[in-house]
């Protein structure tokens, strides 16, 4: 069966437009709800959300699908990706939703799945959802329609949950932290939870209007985060994106850190600590090879698997690692959650940083990166990459940089884009196979 609707990260596209319209939305909730309705227990559903203007809609339009076969639903609001995660497990509900489209613009929506313990969905769920999707729902009668809540304290309890993963022992008392939230899920828990430790945190994107999550703001776009690190004094930057799942940081000079450096830095400091799990941490194929090389000089291995953190995070449970993450951001710390936790990955940093007496600068920056492009080039339908040229400009792009770096062509899971990717020593060679391939991406599109 072709896979309609899932993506590398659930359903995603622009609201109002299908997929991501509320009727689909509606069969959605009617179809997993369906497929988790197991046992004969009374069942029930997290759904939270970030604050894009289509967010009532959507969570709307999956209330009615969720309670029309009978299963209750309890409605968190805006919440981090992660902490409906979290709530989910600890609710003991029986499937966990989240309504983002993550780093995306404000017009579009997505529709994010969890299980019963936390973990995105599997391939085989989210291909027997698709399945039921096809078919008539399975309404309940009158009486057993579901009932719908909503509960207040929700982010309180992500703020606690995310705090105990901070050492007990340290406080942030005295150290400025400048926060980006990209006026996005964790607009209030994330600030709330740094003043709670002590941080002095001054604080962006923390006044979401329906339209303006990502917008200039958050870890895609951390050109202001760096502007006010220097301007405010502050020994360190956090951005998150819309749903909070990522981390992007910059030191107290203004100098962007990415996700590659961030894995470097845990990996070193839990190895060195006794618990780094496996001896080992799962990138994926996007990672920087100079990521690789330092890891091979601490004794830890580096695994790679698909881009998506939902492949990271197969990857872990199946090798036994407890880090992994991505270049842009998506770390995985399954000591402490499910999935992609942006906060909680941030307090790790910070800890580091309170523990060494170090800077932000000395600290982050543990490898010097290969020179690395990544271009996309957006097409509308077809298959670009079934075409001679492209085959061909992608064959000499790899030859010609077989020695000394290597090539990586993928689809976007997400948007109509072909994504190209090589890295090297050489950075004018990059730049030129690059270029070549997108030319040829181009043409063909």
Same mark, same amino acid.
């Given at each position: 069966?072709?896979?309609?609707?899932?993506?590398?990260?659930?359903?995603?596209?622009?609201?109002?437009?299908?997929? *991501?319209?509320?009727?689909?939305?509606?069969?959605?909730?009617?179809?997993?709800?369906?497929?988790?309705?197991?046992?004969?227990?009374?069942?029930?559903?997290?759904?939270?959300?970030?604050?894009?203007?289509?967010?009532?809609? *959507?969570?709307?339009?999956?209330?009615?699908?969720?309670? &029309?076969?009978?299963?209750?639903?309890?409605?968190?609001?805006? +919440?981090?990706?992660? =902490?409906?995660?979290?709530?989910?497990?600890? +609710?003991?509900?029986?499937?966990?939703?989240?309504?983002?489209?993550?780093?995306?613009?404000?017009?579009?929506?997505?529709?994010?799945?969890?299980?019963?313990?936390?973990?995105?969905? &599997?391939?085989?769920?989210?291909?027997?959802?698709?399945?039921? *999707?096809?078919?008539?729902?399975?309404?309940?009668?009158?009486?057993?329609?579901?009932?719908? !809540?909503?509960?207040?304290?929700?982010?309180?309890?992500?703020?606690?949950?995310?705090?105990?993963?901070?050492?007990?022992?340290?406080? $942030?008392?005295?150290?400025?932290?400048?926060?980006?939230?990209?006026? =996005?899920?964790?607009?209030?828990?994330?600030?709330?939870?740094?003043?709670?430790?002590?941080?002095?945190?001054? /604080?962006?994107?923390?006044?979401?209007?329906?339209?303006?999550?990502?917008?200039?703001? =958050?870890?895609?776009?951390?050109?202001?985060?760096? !502007?006010?690190?220097?301007?405010?004094?502050?020994?360190?930057?956090?951005?998150?994106?819309?749903?909070?799942?990522?981390?992007?940081?910059?030191?107290?000079?203004?100098?962007?850190?990415?996700?590659?450096?961030?894995?470097?830095?845990?990996?070193?400091?839990?190895?060195?600590?006794?618990?780094?799990?496996?001896? &080992?941490?799962?990138?994926?194929? *996007?990672?920087?090879?100079?990521?690789?090389?330092?890891?091979?000089?601490?004794?830890?291995?580096?695994?790679?698997?698909?881009?998506?953190?939902?492949?990271?995070?197969? +990857?872990?449970?199946?090798?036994?690692?407890?880090?992994?993450?991505?270049?842009?951001?998506?770390?995985?710390?399954?000591?402490?959650?499910?999935?992609?936790?942006?906060?909680?990955?941030?307090?790790?940093?910070?800890?580091?940083?309170?523990?060494?007496?170090?800077?932000?600068?000395?600290?982050?920056?543990?490898?010097?990166?290969?020179?690395?492009?990544?271009?996309?080039? !957006?097409?509308?339908? =077809?298959?670009? $990459? /079934?075409?001679?040229?492209?085959?061909?400009?992608?064959?000499?792009?790899?030859?010609?940089?077989?020695?000394?770096?290597?090539?990586?062509?993928?689809?976007?899971?997400?948007?109509?884009?072909?994504?190209?990717?090589?890295?090297?020593?050489?950075?004018?060679?990059?730049?030129?196979?690059?270029?070549?391939?997108?030319? /040829?991406?181009?043409?063909?599109?």
């Amino acid at each position: 069966m072709t896979r309609s609707y899932f993506g590398t990260d659930g359903i995603r596209g622009r609201t109002n437009r299908s997929p *991501m319209t509320a009727d689909v939305a509606m069969k959605v909730g009617q179809a997993a709800g369906a497929h988790f309705l197991r046992g004969d227990h009374r069942h029930r559903v997290v759904i939270g959300k970030d604050t894009r203007l289509s967010g009532y809609m *959507m969570e709307s339009a999956l209330v009615a699908g969720f309670t &029309s076969v009978g299963m209750d639903v309890i409605m968190v609001g805006p +919440m981090p990706t992660p =902490g409906v995660a979290m709530l989910t497990k600890s +609710m003991r509900a029986d499937l966990g939703v989240m309504i983002s489209a993550s780093h995306n613009p404000y017009v579009d929506n997505g529709i994010k799945l969890f299980g019963p313990n936390g973990y995105k969905l &599997s391939d085989a769920d989210e291909m027997a959802i698709e399945k039921l *999707m096809l078919d008539p729902p399975a309404l309940v009668p009158s009486e057993q329609i579901g009932r719908a !809540r909503r509960v207040d304290d929700a982010q309180g309890r992500y703020i606690n949950d995310a705090k105990t993963t901070f050492p007990g022992k340290l406080r $942030l008392d005295g150290l400025k932290i400048v926060l980006d939230c990209a006026n =996005g899920a964790a607009y209030k828990v994330a600030p709330s939870a740094l003043w709670e430790l002590g941080a002095e945190v001054v /604080a962006l994107g923390v006044s979401p209007n329906g339209t303006n999550i990502n917008d200039k703001c =958050g870890s895609t776009y951390p050109k202001e985060l760096c !502007r006010r690190v220097v301007q405010e004094g502050a020994a360190i930057g956090l951005a998150l994106d819309g749903d909070a799942d990522r981390l992007i940081v910059v030191d107290e000079k203004g100098v962007i850190v990415d996700g590659d450096q961030l894995m470097a830095l845990i990996a070193s400091d839990w190895k060195r600590h006794g618990k780094l799990e496996g001896d &080992s941490i799962v990138a994926t194929v *996007m990672s920087n090879i100079g990521l690789e090389k330092f890891l091979q000089g601490e004794g830890i291995g580096l695994e790679r698997s698909k881009v998506g953190d939902r492949y990271v995070l197969e +990857m872990m449970r199946a090798k036994g690692c407890n880090v992994g993450g991505e270049q842009s951001g998506h770390l995985i710390l399954t000591d402490y959650a499910t999935t992609g936790d942006g906060l909680i990955a941030g307090l790790q940093i910070l800890a580091a940083l309170v523990t060494s007496g170090k800077t932000a600068s000395d600290l982050l920056h543990l490898f010097e990166p290969y020179p690395q492009l990544l271009k996309n080039v !957006r097409y509308n339908g =077809g298959d670009p $990459l /079934a075409e001679e040229s492209v085959k061909a400009a992608i064959a000499d792009g790899e030859a010609r940089l077989s020695a000394t770096g290597r090539v990586l062509i993928r689809k976007s899971g997400t948007e109509p884009l072909i994504r190209v990717m090589a890295e090297g020593e050489d950075e004018g060679l990059i730049e030129a196979v690059v270029n070549d391939i997108c030319s /040829a991406v181009e043409d063909a599109a």
